[in-house]
């Protein structure tokens, strides 16, 4: 099973950003090979997408993110990035990473990590 391992959550002021980190922690894992997405969810409310980054590093955002958030990865560390600048209070949610194996087609989830933005 894959295990995905989110870090970079916390608490910061409007304005202010955090980078939010997700390996994949599972020996051997074929990483490289994945789909890979940040969502998120706000209490009461539905999960959201964020981002995906392809394979091919092709890039897509919610309307949201445009412009304030970055999605990166790298392979070679098995990890995917998330670069949040100009956060706002209602981006205060919990965030998840995503895989989806190409191969498989399977989903893969973090655990999710916290964000709370507020004075």
């Known amino acids: 099973q894959v295990q995905l391992v989110e870090s970079g959550g916390g608490l910061v002021q409007p304005g202010g950003s955090l980078r939010l980190s997700c390996a994949a922690a599972?020996?051997?894992?074929?990483?490289?090979?994945?789909?890979l997405g940040w969502y998120r969810q706000a209490p009461g409310k539905q999960r959201e997408l964020v981002a995906t980054?392809?394979?091919?590093?092709?890039?897509n955002y919610a309307d949201f993110a445009k412009g304030r958030f970055t999605i990166s990865r790298d392979n070679a560390k098995n990890t995917v990035y998330l670069q949040m600048n100009s956060l706002k209070p209602e981006d205060t949610a919990v965030y998840y990473c995503n895989g989806r194996n190409y191969d498989s087609g399977r989903d893969y989830w973090g655990q999710g990590t916290q964000v709370t933005v507020s004075s």
């Open positions: 599972t020996p051997g894992s074929i990483f490289s090979r994945a789909m």
């Open positions: 980054i392809s394979s091919g590093h092709s890039t």
